[in-house]
T-cell receptor, first 108, second 114 residues
Framework: QQPVQSPQAVILREGEDAVINCSSS?????VHWYRQKHGEAPVFLMI?????EQKGHDKISASFNEKKQQSSLYLTASQLSYSGTYFC?????????FGGGTRLMVKP | ETGVTQSPTHLIKTRGQQVTLRCSSQ?????VSWYQQALGQGPQFIFQ???????GRGNFPPRFSGLQFPNYSSELNVNALELDDSALYLC?????????????FGPGTRLTVL
């Protein structure tokens, strides 16, 4: 069963903040966040591990609530380059199961 | 350091044909995972290869098969193509098969089945 992402889509003005949520019904080893621009490959943003360790992008932050099996990605002071579809993927073994994505559009 | 590469970029096939897609992993990575991404959806896990052995499989029929070579490059083969196989096929390489390792995606192969 794939993780559920919310919202499905969001439109921002440059400089505004956004939060993208990801929840799972399965116990997770790690949560992975990617951004994909139209016609391109998904680009790695962040991994959150059980125990609180994070690996990833300096300008993007995220949280992982292990008890609730939820993760949130925080985009602050958004830039035009943040536009794209954001995917969370959970890893409960050796395979990544991705959510349906959140489409983010940043306007000038 | 060379990133993940895939070939071909685009491919058009007809129903019933067979197709082979190729992926070269990032230098130093011994694990390759394959994903199918339909338009407007997230990538769906097909299978993973670790040190030339299949190391996990998603909910895909046996007509989806793969190989990994000693240099850790990989192939995805799809037999008896169906219209629903039209999608972007992505491969991703990682340092190991550990679930905590980052997977780096290639640019994908766009397959159209007519």
């Amino acid at each position: 069963q794939q993780p559920v992402q919310s919202p499905q889509a969001v439109i921002l003005r440059e400089g505004e903040d956004a939060v993208i949520n990801c929840s799972s019904s399965k116990a997770l080893y790690s949560v992975h966040w990617y951004r994909q621009k139209h016609g391109e490959a998904p680009v790695f943003l962040m991994i959150l591990l059980k125990g609180g360790e994070q690996k990833g992008h300096d300008k993007i932050s995220a949280s992982f609530n292990e008890k609730k099996q939820q993760s949130s990605l925080y985009l602050t002071a958004s830039q035009l380059s943040y536009s794209g579809t954001y995917f969370c993927g959970y890893n409960a073994g050796n395979m990544l199961t991705f959510g349906g994505g959140t489409r983010l559009m940043v306007k000038p | 350091e060379t990133g993940v590469t895939q070939s071909p970029t685009h491919l058009i096939k007809t129903r019933g044909q067979q197709v082979t897609l190729r992926c070269s992993s990032q230098s130093g990575h011994n694990t390759v995972s394959w994903y199918q991404q339909a338009l407007g959806q997230g990538p769906q896990f097909i299978f993973q290869y670790y040190r030339e052995e299949e190391n996990g499989r998603g909910n895909f029929p046996p007509r989806f098969s793969g190989l990994q070579f000693p240099n850790y490059s990989s192939e995805l083969n799809v037999n008896a193509l169906e219209l629903d196989d039209s999608a972007l096929y992505l491969c991703a390489s990682s340092l190991t098969s550990a679930g905590t390792d980052t997977q780096y995606f290639g640019p994908g192969t766009r397959l159209t089945v007519l």
